[in-house]
């Protein structure tokens, strides 16, 4: 096994994740804690968004949902954005690296997924503004970045990605199928990993941290609803949430995926700041409860929670109620609640050097199993 890094800036905008794990691209090193839990076998590190970068990204992805029809243009903010974005991951990268006593000999490639300013599968369009040729230059090792595009062309839906990855942890740690892994980022996705080796399925559940997010900002001034305590001190409005998952989305068979803005906190406008939050979480809740039904097999025996949901005991304990069996965040497992997808794309990283399929007709409907992502070496092009 080999050496890989793995990147993630992800739609809440918080930051950059960076995580090295040690793999072929079909196994995953892990390694047992003295309780005897599972933990991929590396080093993580992030790196926080100031409020004027946080600014700069909102200002590209809305500049690129106004009008953008070419992913290889870069009009406007989006510029700026794509260079503090190649220079930001190469921060990460780099401090990364230093912590742990790494050269740039030491790492096979870096897995860079970039910071996505556009997702409109349907028109065939996924944008993931971030330099893989620059950011390979700047480190001074190979780079496979542009991940989606692949997938997205063939007719698939480009996301999510991950599936492939949480199957692998889950062998890797032991974990006895059916189980499901949903990451609660700022759009909530899920992965259904069944009793055959074939079995797996992924799509977007739903909105996830975004609105709860968006909401905050905007009535409270912060990035975040810390902790659920907003939404826990409200009451959700059950007639809204029940119209809220009336929407087209919800009643599409997967695999599907969503745009980050493809609903609005603006929907509970007339509602307390309390209530609002109470309702989008329950939004949120009522998604996830409603991708369980497309699991046709067994029901899953376990739900694993990531991203930054997984740090909302408001969100957790609607889980559990919804889900009725044992629901844990990963990190209560072994596994890293943050840097999951960071993780993830080191391992889809080694799999495109190594030639094997990262999205599959279960996951992203692809109508085959599909390689995916561009390799940058340093001093050359892409290929």
Not at 20 to 48: F, K, M, Q
Not at 164 to 173: K, P, W
Not at 351 to 361: E, H, K, N, S
Request: proline share 5%.
């Amino acid at each position: 096994m080999q050496r890989f890094i793995g990147l993630m800036s992800g739609t809440s905008m918080d930051g950059v994740d960076a995580a090295l794990i040690e793999t072929d691209g079909r196994g995953v090193a892990v390694a047992r804690s003295g309780n005897g839990l599972p933990s991929v076998a590396g080093a993580t590190h992030g790196l926080a968004y100031a409020p004027a970068e946080r600014a700069l990204l909102a200002r590209a992805k809305e500049e690129a949902r106004a009008g953008l029809l070419d992913r290889r243009d870069r009009p406007g903010s989006l510029a700026a954005a794509e260079l503090f974005v190649t220079e930001v991951h190469a921060r990460a990268v780099r401090e990364l690296m230093l912590r742990e006593g790494l050269s740039a000999r030491d790492i096979a490639a870096v897995g860079f997924h970039g910071h996505t300013v556009l997702h409109r599968p349907e028109a065939g369009l996924t944008v993931q503004i971030g330099d893989g040729e620059a950011l390979a230059n700047l480190l001074g090792i190979p780079v496979v970045f542009d991940f989606r595009a692949d997938d997205v062309a063939a007719g698939g839906q480009g996301a999510p990605l991950v599936p492939v990855f949480h199957r692998a942890l889950a062998q890797a740690s032991g974990f006895e199928p059916p189980i499901a892994v949903l990451n609660i980022g700022g759009v909530a996705n899920v992965t259904l990993i069944g009793e055959e080796e074939d079995d797996l399925i992924g799509f977007d559940t739903g909105p996830g941290n975004a609105l709860l997010n968006d909401l905050m900002k905007e009535r409270c001034g912060r990035d975040l609803d810390l902790d659920g305590r907003v939404a826990a001190a409200g009451r959700p409005d059950d007639e809204l949430v029940r119209w809220m998952l009336l929407h087209p989305y919800f009643a599409r068979r997967p695999p599907k995926s969503l745009d980050r803005d493809a609903f609005s906190h603006r929907m509970v406008a007339t509602l307390a700041t309390e209530d609002a939050a109470a309702t989008l979480a329950a939004f949120t809740v009522g998604a996830v409860g409603q991708a369980a039904l497309a699991w046709t097999a067994a029901p899953p025996r376990r739900w694993i929670v990531g991203g930054g949901g997984a740090r909302n005991p408001h969100l957790m304990a609607g889980l559990r109620d919804v889900l009725r069996v044992e629901v844990a965040a990963a990190d209560e497992i072994g596994w890293s609640t943050d840097f999951l997808e960071a993780q993830a794309f080191a391992y889809l990283a080694a799999r495109r050097l190594a030639g094997r399929p990262i999205t599959f007709p279960g996951t992203t409907g692809t109508p085959r199993a599909l390689t995916g992502g561009r390799v940058a070496l340093p001093g050359s092009r892409h290929r």
